[in-house]
């Protein structure tokens, strides 16, 4: 009988400390929905979140109707008090979850800058009947709105909240960088009196941008400062749409920065396989964040 009961202990020991460790986690990355209450154009969308596992082992999502942040504080005493929305590609079909998600935004926590995994209702998703411009960009810009206005509630300087996408997201980073708004003051939810501009934009190899109206032509005035980084070996539209956008930049007199890695394909994120010098471009990345005084302790 004795024996029975310490097992009984024994186990019921083993039980609280898994459950403690999953709750430890799931308050350490928490998920907040962009419009907990249902967002709009999703009225009516039941069908439930879907999820693949690829052969390496990533989460790759579809089926989005409830879109939302996963939130990834840096350890205490680290917090810059910059943060970045990352915004995951997959063509706008599904989202790949670590290499363009979780994985960056682990590596932004552990260098003092907060990350927001964006999960993001899809636009060529067979059936769908969202759109890139409207329903997607949407998402990220209530994204960003939600950041800024709990802000203090997350050690974040509401004026050092930037965007990074890639791939599709990337196409996403670059719309919300160029199509943003002072928010409105009359809206009777908070979040949306939040203006949606990006202080500063990360598009990391995007799908073309001339697929998409980021309005090279008449880039307004505030457009974001730009880090902007893809391989040589990506499809040329890619290269070319980036490089275009560089010039326009400049041209407007906004503050850019342009990366074109040889030899380098699409689709490289943050993964522990990268070799060579594409192993350094996070680097860079918080180089250019330093040198542009958005590292600065608050």
Request: proline share 7%.
């Amino acid at each position: 009988m004795i024996a029975r009961n310490r097992k009984r202990s024994f186990l019921l020991v083993v039980l609280c400390v898994l459950f403690t460790a999953a709750a430890s986690r799931a308050q350490e990355h928490p998920v907040v929905e962009l419009w907990p209450n249902g967002a709009p154009g999703s009225e009516g969308k039941t069908a439930p979140e879907a999820v693949r596992t690829t052969a390496d082992g990533e989460h790759v999502f579809s089926s989005v109707h409830r879109p939302s942040i996963t939130v990834y504080f840096p350890p205490k005493g680290m917090a810059t008090g910059a943060a970045v929305v990352v915004i995951p590609g997959g063509g706008h079909v599904e989202i790949w979850a670590e290499h363009e998600g979780a994985t960056v935004a682990t590596w932004l926590a552990a260098h003092g800058v907060a990350g927001f995994v964006l999960k993001y209702r899809l636009a060529r998703e067979k059936g769908s009947t969202y759109t890139i411009e409207g329903t997607e960009l949407g998402d990220v810009q209530r994204g960003i709105r939600l950041v800024r206005r709990r802000a203090a509630e997350w050690g974040v300087d509401p004026n050092r909240i930037g965007v990074m996408g890639f791939s599709a997201g990337g196409q996403l980073a670059a719309l919300a960088a160029t199509r943003f708004d002072a928010g409105n003051p009359q809206a009777t939810d908070p979040i949306d009196r939040e203006s949606s501009r990006p202080a500063f934009q990360a598009p990391i190899y995007p799908g073309p941008l001339a697929d998409v109206d980021v309005g090279f032509a008449d880039l307004p005035k505030d457009t974001p400062q730009a880090f902007l980084l893809c391989g040589d070996e990506d499809r040329p539209s890619i290269a070319q749409g980036l490089a275009e956008y560089y010039i326009e930049l400049k041209k407007a007199g906004i503050p850019a920065e342009l990366h074109i890695y040889t030899s380098i394909p699409h689709g490289f994120g943050v993964r522990d396989s990268n070799k060579g010098p594409i192993a350094g471009w996070t680097d860079r990345f918080l180089e250019w964040m330093n040198e542009r005084g958005l590292l600065k302790h608050s």
